[in-house]
């Protein structure tokens, strides 16, 4: 016979629902972070504004590299901007490729009002694969993408169904964003996470009518091989599970990497491991970009 709940249970019950709700608008409707650079970050960029594929205006950098080997488009996490993919950027641009990073719908500088958390952003990274694609300085290049966090399964499944982007190199990706609420319940509600992961599901579903089981990297990734995917995650990363690495690169087809971080958490990369880091991601586009590339300089 279960006994009944007690008032102060129906209270803790509606509080977690309540923050269930919070943080589910919080997540489709994520404050802006600003985007500057100071003058000691000095970048040589061009302002970059195109449209998504389903019309919204998107604003970005475009940073072009003499000789360059390949274009690479970067996809930042959510609820943040092209700020966070600078440190790659500037790599890949002194490595000898061009570079264009942009901010997602709603987020930094673009237009939009709701965050899809991946489900709507896949427009985005095809509207800006196909602004990329129309600047001269890419013709006769190849074209990769990276992306962490949302912005990493953002480049899984969107790559799963655009050809033109040849490479994918993700970081802290999620393999469904079902997994992805899971362990965000689990960070913030601990002994509550189930109450409070179905509260945010419920109502999340107000402004993102989708089901979190849907929203699946791992359903798609298989689909861009015979192209190559390298997957950064951290070891000690709280926010989306080492779990969901492995079930991406399961899923995953050949030509694959995953290399696991053992001293980084989510998006950060520990001070030890940024070296080998840098120099995989840039040995990564630089083969997976080349053939097309190298034409550019034969006679």
Partial sequence: MKKPKTVGHKITSLGVAGAGYLFARFATHPPRLPVYLRASEAFPFQEAEFLSRDGLRLSGWFVSAEEAKGGVILCHGHPGTRMETLSRARWLHEAGFHVLMFDFRALGRSEGEVSGIGSFETQDLLGATDYLMQRAEMASLSLGVYGHSMGGAVAILTAAQEPRIEAVATHGAFATLESAIHQRSKLLARGLASLFEESVTHYGGRW???????????????????????????????????????????????????????????????????????QTLVEFFASALASKGSSQFST
């Fill in 208 to 278: 993102l009518p989708i089901d979190p089981k849907a929203l699946s990297p791992q359903a798609v990734i298989a689909q861009i091989a015979p192209r190559p995917v390298l997957m950064f995650h951290g070891a000690k990363d709280r926010v989306i599970s080492v779990n969901d690495a492995y079930a991406l690169y399961s899923a995953a087809l050949a030509p694959k990497q995953l290399h696991i971080l053992n001293q980084s958490y989510h998006i950060s990369i520990h001070q030890s491991e940024q070296e080998r880091y840098r």
